[in-house]
């Protein structure tokens, strides 16, 4: 790392000292160093390295704000571990804020005070984003969403050509007057996707596409701006975040649809539903649901008939910490789930306890931490294996990734599916 | 009454003052504005954050570590007791408490001071405690500590009124420099959670389909 310059502290230290609202005072002043959320962390479960207690991770933002925003660390720093902005904090807060934690938020449930921890480390990040120092392996994955439209740089003719391919596979099952429509205009739904479906997994997208065949959608694809992801929640960087919210938001507008529908992505769902209307400072004009809600009221309209004696197998749910703890569907990922499978099971700990992929927090893009990120996800493997399922079903396409790497090294020998997947199995089409 | 009470008064003044500098800043700074479409019920969240979710069977921080949540939790009780008696000592000297009751409330209070010994102990024999902590931490503990200690012996020998007072006044004047202010930031934070985890329908929990 280079050194820092005045410039670069003075960046970060204004972003400290600015306080739209008195959640950051309050978290940085809360922590009583009780050393309690060790063993909620799945860094320091797996590692049992110190620095990875999700209160070292606040000390660090924390001991800042001391030094930079209070009397008490101004006078007497040693008293309360005030600590400069320096090259070897700034080195300190990249490996814990970016390369230990993924932000999944389980410790702060668990805290014995409410800090919430994640929200720390994100602002973290912000201060390391303000400074020019996000790794450059995930501001690659911020930069290709910015200059290509998707995070993995896709071009717009593979993506047709992959679409034109799921939709003949989709026609060889359904019919003729099965479609993935794309680019066109006043439908109800614009649907989106995570740019590892055409990448990857493109018969997520066959799967989606035959329940929106079987509940006879009015919805469109864009060609344009499909991509669900905003790694611009990760990267720290408000302001790039916002830039691909944005484009979201106003091909909703383009395109004349009346709902964003959000593709099986966590953070992405995280960033477009929760996030993205304070990054753009306006409420959105549409409504904007997951595409787990909108599967489930057609199941529950009868929209779509689902017979879950087609799924026989023995099928667990992985919980996306960001839809489940930071994003409230615990029931509706279980209503899904439990309506398309004969035998489920749950794992331990589960729902708002959950643990976290580990991929989450933008891990699976930053592979200099590769090795942390598959170590930590050997509780995630522990806990499927202790199931006995047979299938892991997780409507989160970077838990997909995740998961299918922690398939690989720790010889779980499951399949893994997306939710619109175990119910496009399940489905029963009309004979019409 | 004597020099060291009002020393001690003016103590708890300047307490006062700069507590209450610490909670109209956070009035003043507000809480958070959410633009996106709230999806749950945000009182209800909030009793909830205040209430169950501070159970001990909720929070891995209690109920995995049942010895120090324990501890912490009568060491609370024990600077609560204490707080009270400071005030009640204004009005009425500990020497005119029937003995059963000097006897019982100062073995109570010492229980609690010993728990908070204890996790000065931990704080300073396990590594991880000791990596996370700064002096802070320490002095916040060693005076909370000294203060049941000192409740529970002057309870018991009037004699020690100076050093207790004494004592009280220290504990005041720090309060508002170091962690020990947590006992505002606590609530805040406490509301913060309520108010994200509400916001979004995740608290109160949601029934298990
Ligand atoms: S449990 Fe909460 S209060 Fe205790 S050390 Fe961890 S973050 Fe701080
Ligand atoms: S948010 Fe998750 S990964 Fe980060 S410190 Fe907390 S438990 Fe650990």
Redesign the pocket.
């Known amino acids: 790392m280079e050194k820092l310059t005045k410039e670069q502290i003075d960046k970060a230290i204004a972003l400290l000292k600015m306080r739209p609202d008195s959640k950051l005072e309050t978290h940085l002043n809360a922590c009583v160093h009780c050393g309690l ?1 060790a063993s ?5 479960k797996a590692m049992k390295e110190n620095k ?1 207690i ?1 209160a070292r ?1 606040v000390e660090l933002v924390a001991s800042l704000y001391r030094r930079y925003c209070t009397l008490t660390g101004r006078v007497a720093p040693f008293l309360v571990n005030a600590r400069e902005l320096d090259d070897q904090m700034a080195e300190e807060m990249i490996d814990s804020l970016f390369g ?9 449930k668990h805290c014995s005070i409410g800090v919430d ?2 929200y720390i ?1 994100h602002f973290g990040r912000r201060m390391l984003a303000a400074m020019g120092l996000v790794p450059k392996t995930l501001q690659a994955t911020v930069d290709a969403a910015l200059t290509t439209g998707n995070n993995m740089g896709i071009e717009t003719s593979d993506f047709v050509d992959t679409i034109q391919w799921m939709e003949e596979e989709l026609q060889d099952e359904c019919g003729e007057d099965a479609r993935i429509p794309l680019d066109e205009t006043d439908k109800d739904i614009l649907y989106t996707l995570n740019p590892r479906e055409p990448k990857f997994f493109p018969l997520s997208i066959a799967a989606i596409a035959k329940i929106f065949y079987a509940a006879k959608e009015s919805w469109t694809i864009s060609t344009h701006m499909y991509d669900v992801t905003n790694y611009g929640l990760f990267n720290g960087n408000n302001e790039q975040a916002g830039q691909i919210a944005k484009r979201l938001h106003d091909e909703v507008i383009i395109k004349r649809c009346k709902r964003l529908v959000l593709g099986e992505c966590g953070h992405g769902s995280r960033a477009n539903r929760w996030e993205a209307p304070n990054y753009l400072q306006q409420p959105y004009e549409f409504e904007t649901i997951t595409a787990v809600e909108l599967i489930n009221n057609y199941i529950r309209t009868g929209r779509i008939k689902i017979d879950k004696s087609l799924n026989q197998e023995l099928v667990t749910l992985h919980d996306p ?1 960001n839809l489940v703890r930071n994003g409230g569907l615990l029931s509706e990922l279980r209503f899904a789930v439990k309506s398309a499978v004969s035998n489920f099971v749950e794992m331990t700990p589960h729902g708002m306890d959950n643990f ?1 992929c580990g991929g989450g ?1 933008g891990q699976l893009a930053m592979s200099e931490y590769n090795e942390r990120r598959i170590k930590i996800g050997e509780i995630k493997a522990d806990q499927i294996r202790k199931t006995g399922a047979k299938v892991v079903v997780t409507p989160c396409h970077n838990c997909v990734d995740q998961l299918s790497q922690l398939n690989q090294v720790y010889h779980l020998n499951v399949k893994i599916k997306t939710i619109a997947e175990i119910v496009a199995d399940a489905l029963v089409l009309d004979k019409e | 009454m004597i020099w060291y009470q009002y020393l001690s008064l003016g103590a708890l003044a300047v307490f006062l003052i700069a507590m209450l500098w610490h909670f109209i800043r956070l009035i003043k700074e507000g809480k958070p504005k959410d633009l996106s479409t709230k999806s749950g019920n945000l009182p209800k969240a909030e009793v909830y954050a205040y209430t169950i979710a501070m159970m001990p069977n909720h929070k891995e921080s209690a109920y995995l570590h049942l010895p120090s949540f324990t501890a912490g939790i009568f060491f609370h009780i024990g600077i609560f007791l204490s707080i009270l008696l400071f005030f009640v000592f204004f009005f009425i000297s500990p020497t005119l408490f029937p003995q059963w009751l000097q006897m019982v409330l100062a073995l109570c209070i010492g229980i609690c001071g010993l728990c908070g010994f204890g996790l000065f102990i931990k704080r300073m024999i396990v590594k991880k405690m000791r990596e996370l902590s700064h002096l802070d931490d320490f002095l916040s503990n060693f005076f909370t500590t000294l203060f049941q200690f000192f409740t529970a012996i002057y309870l018991i020998a009037g004699s020690f009124a100076p050093i207790y007072y004494i004592l009280v006044t220290i504990l005041l004047l720090y309060i508002p420099m170091g962690k020990l202010k947590h006992m505002l930031y606590f609530f805040a934070a406490r509301f913060h959670l309520g108010y994200f985890y509400g916001w979004r329908n995740s608290w109160p929990p949601q029934k298990n389909y």
């Open positions: 959320c909620s962390c799945m860094y320091y990875f999700p991770k230990a934690c993924t932000m999944c938020g389980r410790c702060v921890i994640a480390v910490c976290c927090g």
